[in-house]
């Protein structure tokens, strides 16, 4: 079964419009890491966010991790098409950092 | 910095054929490097981990014959799908962990495997 689970699945949204994608475990979370992907392409380091309650930005992309640190939510505001694409949250729960497993995955994409 | 090379991006072979897929790290030394898997509009799926000297660690479910994985030197790790077949088709990334920064893990560009 998954353990991480992503929610929505996919979105579509209006450009300028503001969405959130959400990233939810049921064991606690020792590192969420949160990358975009374009279909066919690697992945694009976001955030890494480790502690309870904490919360990162850079450009117009917002992260944080929940107090129990068992979620994480994506906020992107006044979207634009280069935000067009695959989110995952990927999460290290050892907490040895030995692996990273992903979530679902949310497809985004932006309407001009 | 931090710098994941993954070749090639794409291959196409015929079935019964071995492909290697090759993941440098450029600027950093990886003592351990991961090996995904990724199906159409589907999220990435850890096949094993990549560990410099020893053996590689394989996720259940994940045929350590059919995926060999060598990590000879501490910037190279190199995933090998032996007598491939149509289903072996799919989207490989590599991965390493990255000690300084904030980075965490960095990923190569991927590779698109056709085995026709």
């Known amino acids: 079964s998954q353990e991480l689970e992503q929610s929505p699945q996919s979105l579509i949204v209006q450009e300028g419009k503001n969405l959130t994608i959400n990233c939810t475990s049921s064991k606690t979370l020792y590192g969420l890491y949160w990358y975009k992907q374009k279909y066919g392409e690697g992945l694009i380091f976001l955030m890494m966010l480790q502690k309870g309650g904490e919360e990162k930005s850079h450009e117009k992309i917002t992260a944080k991790l929940d107090e129990k640190k068992q979620q994480s939510s994506l906020h992107i505001t006044a979207s634009q098409p280069s935000h067009a694409g695959i989110y995952l949250c990927g999460a290290d729960r050892t907490g040895t950092a030995s692996k990273l497993t992903f979530g679902t995955g949310t497809r985004l994409q932006v309407t001009l | 910095g931090a710098v994941v090379s993954q070749h090639p991006s794409r291959v196409i072979c015929k079935s019964g054929t071995s492909v290697k897929i090759e993941c440098r790290s450029l600027d950093f030394q990886a003592t351990t490097m991961f090996w995904y898997r990724q199906f159409p509009k589907k999220s990435l799926m850890l096949m094993a981990t990549?560990?410099?000297?020893?053996?590689?660690?394989?996720e259940q479910g994940v045929e350590k014959d059919k995926f060999l994985i060598n990590h000879a030197s501490l910037t190279l790790s190199t995933l090998t799908v032996t007598s491939a077949h149509p289903e072996d088709s799919s989207f490989y990334i590599c991965?390493?962990?990255?000690?300084?920064?904030?980075?965490?893990?960095?990923f190569g560009s991927g590779t698109r495997l056709t085995v026709v």
């Open positions: 990549s560990n410099e000297g020893s053996k590689a660690t394989y």
């Open positions: 991965s390493a962990r990255v000690s300084q920064g904030n980075y965490g893990y960095t």
